[in-house]
């Protein structure tokens, strides 16, 4: 399934919350681990006088130093043998490239951090990675309460779907996760009916709204009912589902925040309609605001 765990690291404490999620991940599947740093020399550039510019290539060669020491002294809490990259150019684009060569690697990373002329915005470069890369990663809203020093734990996958079949491929994922990992599946899915619909409900469907709802939720529950059957067929031995009224992103959220020590995986990608929501800006709205580690998976 997996063949490796990348984690970007630019050097602030903030980007360090993600190291107990990657332990965990790197931990519970056997996979060996890559520290990555990027030195932005055009950033660099632009932080400097013209008067010191004769000193650039010094800086660089500095900060390259730097961002070793820094790696090897994370490697320390990690398995022998965790390999330390230090590579020049955007930090988006490293990282994209580097988990690029093994379909295989995770790419694990926060999603703020600090800017700076040793330091890249931590934040936007997740964002930008979440829309570029092929590799599935695993995205962590840092937080003041988070220790980089220690190891996550993890209880639950919670995973939305849409009825669609692209939101429906994180599933064997999930599976696997959650044998591997033991860990309880929660399938979610939100349904709304739109607000132009109720003004004209008894004329247009010949029946109250409140049947439409019923008929809607009965609908949402009958497809994760049938997808649960087929997550027990897989293997996975603690599997149950949960449909609400409401907007996709807002009640996903809402939904991690009920039980602690939750994981979220998701497709990138889905189709928007009455039954269907727009995967690609859900999943981003959900990494933003959840408190809880967010897996992506590229839709196919």
């Known amino acids: 399934m997996y063949t490796g765990v990348l984690i970007p690291l ?8 993600v190291l107990p999620y990657a332990r965990f991940a790197a931990g519970a ?6 520290l990555l ?14 008067d010191r510019a004769r000193y650039l290539e010094t800086m660089i060669e500095d900060s390259v130093r730097n961002s070793e020491h820094y790696l090897r002294g994370i490697a320390c809490a990690f398995p022998r043998g965790t390999k330390c990259t230090v ?7 490293v990282i994209i490239e580097t988990a690029a060569a093994d379909k295989g690697t995770i790419i694990t990373m926060a999603t703020h951090g600090r800017s700076g002329i040793n330091r890249w915005l931590l934040g936007s470069v997740a964002e930008k990675v979440l829309r570029g890369a092929t590799n599935p990663l695993l995205l962590v809203k840092a937080t003041e309460e988070a220790k980089a020093e220690e190891e996550a734990t993890l209880k639950s996958i919670v995973v939305p779907l849409d009825g669609s079949e692209l939101a429906e491929g994180v599933l064997p994922t999930v599976a696997e996760l959650a044998k591997t990992w033991k860990l309880a599946v929660v399938l979610f899915r939100a349904y709304h009916i739109p607000y132009n619909i109720y003004g ?3 004329d247009y469907y010949g029946a109250n709204i409140e049947e439409l709802i ?18 027990k067929k897989l293997g996975v031995e603690s599997v149950s589902c949960v449909a609400k009224e409401g907007f996709s992103a807002d009640e996903i959220i809402k ?4 039980t602690p020590d939750n994981l979220i995986a998701m497709c ?6 009455i039954k269907r929501w727009a995967l690609g800006s859900v999943t981003e709205t959900v990494v933003r605001h959840s408190g809880d580690p967010v897996l992506v998976i590229r839709g196919h």
């Open 10 to 17: 630019d050097g602030s404490k903030t980007a360090e919350k």
């Open 29 to 34: 599947l056997k996979l060996p681990i890559e």
């Open 37 to 50: 740093a990027v030195v932005d020399i055009v950033e660099m550039a632009t932080h400097i006088s013209a």
């Open 87 to 93: 590579e020049k150019g955007k930090a988006e684009q």
């Open 200 to 202: 004209g409900a008894e």
């Open 214 to 231: 019923a008929e809607v939720r009965d609908e949402a529950l009958e497809y994760l009912e049938k997808k649960v059957k087929e997550q």
């Open 255 to 258: 939904m991690g925040r009920q």
């Open 268 to 273: 990138s990608h889905g189709r928007s309609g």
